[in-house]
């Protein structure tokens, strides 16, 4: 085998730091004069593997040449579930369409191809639903009830028009009063700050109830506004993020 055909692998000094790169190598076979010299592909996979039907998610990759260099190449995407994903052969970006699905998907340069990586396809969230009615606390009661937003995405089987989705993340932010120093609170979430994140369940709604406290010793505001956002995998929020819970104390 000559030096021009080898094929080593990246050392670890050329990866990013904090990020999870998967190095890709390809055969010896498969490099060729038309790769530009390019004899591996590497994939900047997402953490967690996960696209939402409906969502859209960016991949990345780069050539790497025999020294473990990034070399200029012309990088296409295909998938090999395309009922499942699909992906743009230009730019590297899938978008989700089967849920409970996976959908493989692979960088190519010429005749380089790297190894299939998995995407698992998740049913994508349509809204979050937060009650209009107040939250009242009674005098005397240090906790409020559970703050009950629902994490929901729209169905043809459920009664209501929307099905729970499971394993997202809600985040509960007291907006008002303002707390500059969260140090210097009155009241707090479940977790004992101005912000909690929970897991939605099967049906939606937090695993774990969140609420908001008194805090002994400091004057109660009489109400409080409490937001819930949800963010897809992509980054953008969910239509209905942004919606509060009015907490009266009495």
Partial sequence: MTPAA??????????????????LAAACSDVTAGSGGVVSLEIRPPVPPVVEVGDTIQLSARGLDQNGDSIAAVITWRTADPANV??????????????GTVGRVQAVETTLASDLISLNVVAGADTVEVPDAPIVVEAGAGVSAPLAARVAARSDTAVSGFAGVAGRELIYTIVDPVFADPAARTVELTGSGVTATVLSGADGFPVTPVTLSRIAGQPT???VLVEVRVVRRSGALVPGSGRRFTVNFQ
């Fill in 6 to 23: 080898r094929c080593p692998r990246p050392g670890p000094g050329r990866r990013a730091l904090g990020a999870v790169l998967v190095s």
């Fill in 86 to 99: 699909f992906i743009e052969a230009a730019t590297g970006r899938v978008t989700g369409l089967t849920p």
């Fill in 221 to 223: 505001p009489a109400t």
